[in-house]
């Protein structure tokens, strides 16, 4: 296994996990933890890679009620979570994989 990638979270993504509660922060923090292995089917976490306002991301779904949709920057170590949000609204935006 090779070296673990660095988490980096946007302004808005830490802004909306100050205003959550204890509990729900703690759990998106450890889910978070999981992008240290950033690539889908290693690690854990359900991760996968799609098309996202016309360009190629990532996704994790931390439990059945949050989306982080986050980037790999391959050459620097680095995964940057772009944004999170409710999983319905993530739904309506990336729409439906088929």
Same mark, same amino acid.
């Given at each position: 296994m090779g070296e673990a990638y *660095? %988490? @980096?979270?946007? &302004? *808005?993504v830490r802004d909306l996990l100050d205003g959550l509660?204890? /509990?729900s922060a703690r759990i998106v +923090? !450890?889910?978070l933890a999981k992008l !240290? *292995?950033? +690539?889908?089917? &290693?690690?854990s976490g359900d991760k996968e890679r799609i098309t996202w306002r016309g360009r190629a991301v990532y996704r994790l779904h931390v439990g059945r009620t949050w989306t982080a949709f986050y980037d790999v920057e391959e050459n620097d170590g680095v %995964? /940057? %979570? @772009? &944004? @999170?949000?409710p999983i319905d609204d993530a739904h309506r935006e990336y729409g439906s994989l088929d």
């Open positions: *660095e %988490v @980096l979270v946007s &302004r *808005e509660d204890e /509990k +923090h !450890e889910n !240290e *292995e950033p +690539h889908p089917g &290693r690690g %995964v /940057k %979570v @772009l &944004r @999170l949000m």
